[in-house]
Every structure is written in structure tokens, then in C-alpha cells.
């Protein structure tokens, strides 16, 4: 076959001589864009990321992922109120993914297999102390640990968690995953001291030799209201009696408990009366359902449970074994006003959640610190000082959370980190956020999202079972894969395939995909078909 | 051996000697007793390994044998007239891709009107097509020139048409002695295709050309018909000697050594010819013959060699360019124009007409007395002609000459000798 | 009515409808996902930007190059395909192919395969391809001889719905109202006259060949399990694969698959395949669409929207996809049926 007949035919290979991407006046790029989630994500987690891992079953690797930079994966796959599904993309298609669910399925696997979490960094010598152990004490504990330096966490009370343990609920959160989290973490060499409640933080900090101080007291002060009562009536706050109920030390409100307050502690408060010996658990709130401040989710979960709401009600008087309240009414500008109505409800106790602020006296000879509203003002590194005293959680000025605090803790242990370093934690900059309007869904199987069980209404009096199960691993890995993966390439092969000039490059295992620029010629189909918006065209310098 | 068979049947045998792979078939007359033969014997496995293929018209025909024979198969069909022109793009194609197809032409006049007998207007309409063009003057060279149609297309990756008379040699039942398979075999070694179509060594064939080498890709075509002017004779000395008789080659010239009048022919015509000659030469004329096997590629040298010492040329041909004239005519002009020699062209035979022996020896009288004009139409019937003109110039709505002709003549059969 | 039943599909992401997915098997993911896939058609072809007959061809050949081993000779009508990808002195064809004329591709695929027959190279299979003005018309008889004959040929039509090559003149696969050079949008009826077109899937079928199918190449997977399953299939096989055309349509030249997944979901282009001439399987809209949509992307049923626009004609063409969905049935009215919840870790 050496002698081809002369132009008619020809061989194999030779249109390569023509470099077609003299054509284009525009070019496709790769790009990576914020998904939604992980912008919301208030732990400040790479959620996609770990979803991308669990899509393949491999869990310990998304777990992995995940504690990088939240050590309390079954902590939060319970408690967490998702912002991260609320910002989801698929909510415009079918459902949000189940992120929390699948958070909860990673944490409980890896409770349930003994995975550990990263081992500490190499020691810098720096000493650290962290005053309170709730989430956001314990966050900056584990991250500082990972940095490899030394911290010293104290509480004032018996036991680690904050209001993991305290203000939340056994049947929201057992126990036994707590300790599982909180364990891990304290493995990692943390020292600990219980039961000390610090008064003067700069003295300790000195008397300690500490090079850092953080500070997580959380807002533990229940803010009061004055009832007129009579002496026999039984008032206590929420934040006490769900701390004495955790503690096992449970006080008995009798049969008829009334909740003051509109909030999640309020819900809590109430759920938990009614799981204790109340038959009838009735919220009083002064202003409407649509303005109520606690997750919608909870109060669903309440009014099942036979929790009862009194809107647009205030108590003005509780006397013997009964409460006089006063109707209001929302004036113009949406706020509550009297109405001079009034009407009896009975009740055997009432229980005040009306919101809880920081005890910040142990500040009090620290000079250089901004307190404003009840809070402690800091930086962007969590910062509150320039001489390296950090805060956050509920003690600093923002939604308090527990994933907050969490998020709150990763931020000063950086913060702490570059302070101990000695120079100033600079704000990386942030992908352009990948909405709707860049993903083709139309590659995406159609699929509904997958409840998690709950546990029957009947099952839950009397007992602190969890409501909530988790998802077994098949389900999970669908859940997962439900993930649209907005944003970023996760190697679909869509670009690959389309390409009418065979001019992207498959580069294999995960390494994603190059464009051969010397034969595209700039069609623009791999960013029209590209599911997930990780492709955009850019004008050619021509 | 010789046998009592129909130039069909001779030829049909002679090919599937040739052991084509892939034979197309669409009935045209006077085609069909070839194919129909080819056929019966595929089906019959006296020629196997062969793809006996019924296609739906012409075009697929040699549209079939383009494939087969890209893909290293050797191809065989058939066709005349209609069936010729139906193709005519496939057939440009074969020779452009240089595919060594092997076709029979059975001669016939083209229509309208539609006449269904002999002449030459088929082969000369495709005479630019690219194929080498062999004419047979008698059955039994007809069958011969099939084998030597397949090595020469093989050997030049070029296409061969092989014209035969149609109902004058194809119906005609005389002796042939149908080439022996062994000796075939010799002769004709298998099919080494130049290019092929093999996934194992992908190419392509049938790029598209443009200005930047149309006009080598075409010259080259030209030098390799050049060469077949070269391998003809060589073959057909070799096919002397393998089968023991002459046949092919580029002309053959009869009794021209002293003859100042040659006549130049394509195909059986030659034979009438020569009896017209003989009879002249008894009469003391000193007449030849020179009759063309290879009309394409067409040859000169030899053309002028063999009129050189002539001072008349007759070309007496079946076929002609209307507004022009004779199309052989215009060939031996071209090969004779530095000679000083009388051309006369003789069209003869159209759709069929007889070409009597004696019609062509008062030709040969009026040419050797220098009566014979330039152009003449054989047997001319002028009455028929001019009443027919008259009619057209009197009335506008004259209606078809065809039936016009006919109706004057009374009759409604052609006449044939 | 019949769902496709050769697709197991699972819900991996995309699994289903994106070119690859790594989590699927190696050996359930599409062709066109393979790295070392053997494009077919290479790069350095002349096709415009976007060309769907480019990615539709490479679609094909590619499915059938691996259905066959490599053992596979293509034979391509004249056209764009044919002029795109062979300009001397280059050919973008990796594979065997031979061009010889416009109307005669289903012949001298005949020739090929009887080649291979007598040749006993058996394992050697034939593919015959053209566009449709080289399918529906001029290739027409050349194609329905084959088809007749059952010869071992699978003849794969790239519809662009006009004669492009030659600056978009009409065919008789051009869709009512479209305008092209020889159907003007001018007049009281502009472009494309009213009809049915040639239905050439239907005419393949009425031959009762053994294999006929429709495709696009906005669904890989489909297209690439119909010839798999027709190249194990031997005798005449039809496959006729919608492939825009950014120039001719007047589309933009990244909705290539955005066009031809609307012509799908529409209801416009029924996807389908029958067997022995009886409907085998259809593929189910997903998400049904009106006309409009697909319609008012394309600059060639442009006059059917400019000023007052023609809602009498947009609304005839509707009644064409209401007609096509009723006749193949071609919605879900149920849950999507391909959609399973198996998972395969």
C-alpha cells in the first residue's frame, strides 16, 4: 500500500495538518464555581466535595473530607438547621438534597466503625487556652490541635458539650453520639478542666502562660420577665430546666406546663415537658406563627407531638393554678399590641424561654475590647483583641447556632494561628457562586429526595428516643448522588463526548479534562451541555 | 473447442472463467442472455466463490461493482444504450477512482427515438468516461477480449468496457472456442488490487479535489491510458501464446500492404467489410481494411502507421455527433492530419440498419472514382427525408418524425438484414 | 405502548443522559466516554462550528467501530459529511471509508458487503452513510433496492433536514414552514409547503427489514445501544439520526443538542425502533415542551414569530407534534420509566 493513488486517496491522520482552532473568536475554559451549599454552609464545609466522595460509597473518604473542617458530623447531621439544603439548586428542580441526612449517615458510620480523626499537627510549642467546652470551645480545640498546638479547655460544668449537652434535647441528640464526637476530639490531646468557671480571663491567661486565649462562654444567662405571681407559683427558665433535665436532676413541673417564648429553646423546653410528666404543654407567644423565630421544623415536630400554641399572647399574671393572658393584636408596622382581652389558661408551672445572654464579667480587665449589645465585637478572624484573645458562638454577635459556633471555631483557630505566626489571616477570595441559571439539569436523573424515618407520635411520650433515624447506606449513596454538583467538573464526560472536533482531552482519573485549542473551534456546546456550569466562554485576544 | 453457441453464451462462459467475485445484473437488451447465463451458473454453484447481484437499475449496477471492487473483488456486469447512459456518473466514477471493473457493452442505438438495435452511440457517448474501450470484431474475439479485459484493467487499476455488436454478435450463433479454465488461469492471475478498502490498513478513497491537483489527478489518468497503448499488444502476444490464437491488441489491418483505399471500422462490421474488399480487389481495386480493437485509449501512432501510405481513407462507422459528424472520422482525421489522404466518412448501420456487402461495394466504387463525399449517410432514404421536412416547414404542429417516417414507410416494423 | 426495555438504567447522578459517569462500570459507559475511544472522525475536519452531522457520524461510527472489533468499512454519499471531512490533501477518517457518488452510497455498499461475503471476511461489517437529501431523494432508489434485497449493509441517514452542503436548499426531508433558499419565507405560505415530508423510518420499515431506528444526538446512550444493536443484527438496517445544523437551521451554534433534544421533546422527531417492521420500543418524552420552543430558536421559523407572527401555522405544527406523541405514544404518564431506583455502588 505505498503508492496511493495521487489526491483521490488519502490516509489515515492527515487532517491534523488542519489546526481549525484558527476559527474561533471565543474559547471555552474551565472554571470552578461556589456551590450554593458550601456557600452556606456556616461550618464553612466543602460539602460537594464530600458528597462527590460519598456518590462512589466511599464514605471514609467523604468523612474524611468532612472533618476537615467539622468534627461533628453526627452532631450536626441531627442538629443542624441546613442552610445549606436551603440554598440547594435542586430545589428548583425537584428537592433539595438531603445534605444533613447524609452528614448524619457519615458520622454515625464513622462513630459506629471507629475512625479517628486526623492526627495532631507537629507541636509548635504555642499554649492555647479555650474557655467553654460547647461547639464553638471544642471547634477551635480540634482545629488548633490540628495545627499542631496545645490547648487547655476549661468549663465550669461537669461535663463537655455546652449546649450541645445542655440545651439540647436527648431526643434531638443522644448522648451517647455526643460523647462518641466530643471524644474523639479530647483524644487528640486536649487538656481539660471541668467544673472551673473562670472569673478573670487576663489572670488566667497569665497565671497559665498562655500565648492565646478563646473564649466560647456561649449565653448562658436566661433573660427574665417579671410575672406578677403569687408566692406558690413555679417559675424557672428554659436554659435551667433543660440543663437539670440533661443532668438528670429532672424538676417536677406537674401536669399543666405553659412555655413562654417563641424560640427553639422554647420548643425544647416544651417537647421535653411533655416527655417528662406534662400531659398538657401549651406555648405562649406574643407574636404570630409567620414571625416566630424558631425553625419551622421544630415547630412542626411540636404541634404533632399535641404541643399547643397560644398566638398573639402575652401572660400578664399567674396566680395559684392559673394564668391570666392578654390577647394582642399586630399594629401596622407588624409589632404586637394589647388588645385589653383577657382569658385563663390553667398551668401547674411556667417556663420562661425568652432568650439568654453572655456572661461576659470575666472580661472585665481586659482592656481593648469592644462589648456592644451583650456581645463580644471581632474581627473577621474572630478576634477580639490585638493581643491574641479571640471569641465566638453565642457570645459573639450573630445567629447562634450550633453550627455557627462551629464555623466560629475553625475561623479563630486560623485567626489563632497566623496571630501566633504573627501576621494577620487574610480572607481567601471566593469563586463566583454557581447559580440555577449555569447548570443544564436536564442531564440530571429525575429523583425525589428520600425522607429519613421518623419515629411514630405514639412512641414518643415519656422518653427521650430519637425521633429522627438516619438513612441506611443504600439510600444515602442515592441521596448523595442526587448532588447536581454545582459548579464543578465532577467528570461527566459531557464536554468530552459533545465536542463535534474531538478537542477536549480526557485526562482520566481525576484530573479532569484540557481543551486542545490547536482544533476547537470555539462552538460553544461543551458550556451549553456542561451540566454543572464548570465551563465558560471567554472572548479571544484576536 | 469449438462449439455452436449464441456470442452470449460464449462470452457469459468466457467471464465466469475469469472467476469474477461480484457480477451485477439489470436486464437491458441485448444484454440479458449474458447475465442471465452468469446467473444461472451462480445459482447453479458452477461459479462460486461469486455474488450474483439483482439490482434495481443500472446506476446500482456499476454503483455495486464500485464497491466490490474497492473493496478488492473482481467485478463484472453488463449493460448497453439506456442502461449505459443510466449509469454514466457511476461509470465516470469507476474510471476516476480507477477501479478495475470489467463491463460488457452489447451495442445499441440510444434513444429517442427508443430503438432497441444496434449501433455505436452508446460506447461513443462514453468514450471521454475514462475506460479503455475494446471493440470485438467476431463472437470469438469477443469472448477472448473478456479475459484480456480483466488482466489489463487489473494489471493498469483501470476500467475496461468491452463493446460487442448487439443481436449481430450477441444473438448470433456461430463457433466459439470458450477460453480453457486452465489457461485462464494462467493467464489471468488474481485480483492485486492497488488500493483497497481493509480496516486492518484504513485509507480513503474519493477525496474531493480541487484546482491544486484536478489537473494532475487527470493527467495522471491520461499517462496510465498511455501505458495500456504500451501493455496492449504485450498481452495480446501473450494470449497467442497461452490460448493459441490472435486476439485483441490495438488494430488489425487486412490486405493494406498495396492499397491505396483503406476503410477503417469498430467491430463486426469488419467482416462485411471484407468481403466487400475482396470482391473489390477481385475487381482489381487495391482496397484495405484497417479495423480498430482499442478505441480508447485511441492509437495514433498505429492508426497513422497503418493509413500512411494510403490516399484515401474511408471510416465507415454506427455512430455519429449530430451538428458535427462522424466521431471514429474525427479520431483518423486526427491521427492522419500531417498525411495527404482524402477522408470520407460513411455512417452506417443507425438503430440497426442492415449494412449490406453490397451497399458498402458501391461505396468502395464510388469512393475509388472519386464520387464518395466527405460525409455520407448510408442508404440514405432522401424521399423520406424530404417529405418530412416539407411537412415540418408547413405545418407547425407536424408532429414526431419518428412516427411521421414510419407512417410514410407504412410499416411499423424496423428493418433489419 | 412499549418502552425501550435494552436500557437498564440506573440512577447514578447522571447517569442516564450525560456522556460518562464514573460510577458507572467501565463496560456500561457510553463510547463517546472512553478515552481511548477511536474518533472515528478526527479532528482537523471542516465541518462548521457545531456541526451536528460531525458529533452524529462520530457518534455512530464510533459505536459501530467498537460493535465490530474495528472491523468496519464505511461507505459515505456525497455531501457535507463527505466534503467536510475529505478536502484533499486531508482526510479526517480514521477508519476504511470510500466516497463514490451522491445517490449510490446504499449500492456500493452492496458491493462492499458482497465483496467481504465472497472474500469470506465475515467479521467485516458494512455501513452506508448520507444526509438526507442523499437518503430520501436521490439516493432513494439506490437505498429501497438494498433494503429489498436485505443486503448486510447499515445505512445511517444524517437528517439535517435540507441540502446544506450546497447552501441549504430544500429536501424531502425539509419540515413544513421552514424557510431555505428554495422555499423562500415570503409570500401568503412562507417556506416549506405542508406535508408529511418523506417518512423515511416509516418506508424503511415498510421494506420489513429487520432493523429500523431513529436517534439524535442529544441522547448518546440511545443512539449508541440502537447501532450496537444493529450491528448485531445482519441483512438491511436503517438508522435515521436527527443532526442539527447551526447554519442551515439557523441556530446558535452551542444549541446543537439543545435543538435536537427539543425536536425530541416536542414530539417534532418521534424517537423509535422497530424490528421486522413492527414499532419495537419508543423513547418517552421527559419533559414535554410545545413547539414554540423549539421552533423560535431557529432563524429558518423566524417569520412564524416576527411582527403578529403565524399562530395558524405554529399551530399546525403543534397539531404535528400532538399527532406523533399520540401515534408512538410517546408520553409517560406514570412515573418516567427508565427511571429505576437501583444503585450500584
Known sequence: MTELPFAITLEVGSSHANRTGSWRVERPVYIDRLPPCNDACPAGENIQQWLYHAESGAYETAWRQLVVDNPFPAVMGRICYHPCETACNRVQVDEAVGINAIERFLGDLAIERGWALPSPGVDTGKRVLVVGAGPSGLSVAYH??????????????????????????????PRDVLDAEINRIIDLGVDVRLNHTVHDIERERREGGFDAVFLGVGAQLARRVAIP????????????????????NVPLLGRRVVVYGGGDTALDAARTARRLDATDAVIVYRRSREQMPAHDVELEEALKEGITVRWLSTISNFEGDHLTIEKMRLNDEGFPVPTGEFEELGADAVVLALGQDSDLSLLEHVADIAIDDGVVGVSTSMSATSDGVFAGGDAVPSERTATIAIGHGKRAAHGIDAYLAGHELLDSPRHELATFDHLNTWYYSDAERTRRPELEIARRQNNFEEIVGGLNEENALFEARRCLSCGNCFECDNCYGVCPDNAVIKLGGTQRYEFNYDFCKGCGICVSECPCGAIEMVPEQI | MLRQIEGSRGVAETVARCRPEVVCAYPISPQTHIIEAIGEMVKAGQLSPCEFINVESEFAAMSVSIGASAAGARAYTATASQGLLFMMEAVYNAAGLGLPIVMTLANRAIGAPINIWNDHSDAMAARDAGWIQLFAETNQEAADLHVLAFRLAEELSLPVMVCMDGFILTHAVEGIDVPDQRDVDAFLPSYEPRQVLDPAHPISIGAMVGPEAFTEVRYLSHLRQLDALDLIPVLASQFASTFGRESGGLIHSYETNDATTIVVALGSVLGTIKDAVDQRRALGDRVGVVGITTFRPFPFDEVRRALANAQRVIVIEKAFSVGYGGVLSADVASATHDATISLHSVVAGLGGRAITQHSLEAILDDAVHGRLDSVTFLDLDLDIVESERARIDTQRRSGPSAENVLSDLGTVASRIG | MIIMTRQPVHFYQVGSFAV???????????????PQRFDSLDSGHRACQGCGEALGARYALDAAMRATGGQLIAVNATGCLEVFSTPYPETSWRIAWLHSLFGNAPAVATGVAAAMKVKGMNDVRVVAQAGDGGTVDIGFGCLSGMFERNDDVLFICYDNEAYMNTGVQRSGATPPAARTATTEAVGPEPGNVFGQGKDMPRLAMAHGISYVATATVADLHDLENKVEHAMQLHGARYLHILVPCPLGWGSASCDTIKVARLAQETGLFPVFEAENGVVTGVSKIRHRTSVESYLSIQKRFRHLFAGSGRPDIVARIQAMADQNIALYGLLAEDAPAEITREVSA
Open chain 1, 144 to 173: 488548633l490541635r490540628q495545627l499542631g498546638h496545645q490547648v487547655h479547655l476549661v468549663d465550669a460544668s461537669e461535663k463537655l458539650g455546652g449546649m450541645m449537652r445542655y440545651g439540647i434535647p436527648a431526643y434531638r441528640l
Open chain 3, 20 to 34: 460518562g459517569n464514573r460510577l458507572l462500570e467501565v463496560s456500561d459507559r457510553t463510547v463517546q466516554s472512553d
Open chain 1, 229 to 248: 405571681s403569687g408566692d406558690s407559683a413555679r417559675i424557672l427558665d428554659a436554659v435551667s430546666y433543660l440543663h437539670q433535665v440533661a443532668d438528670d
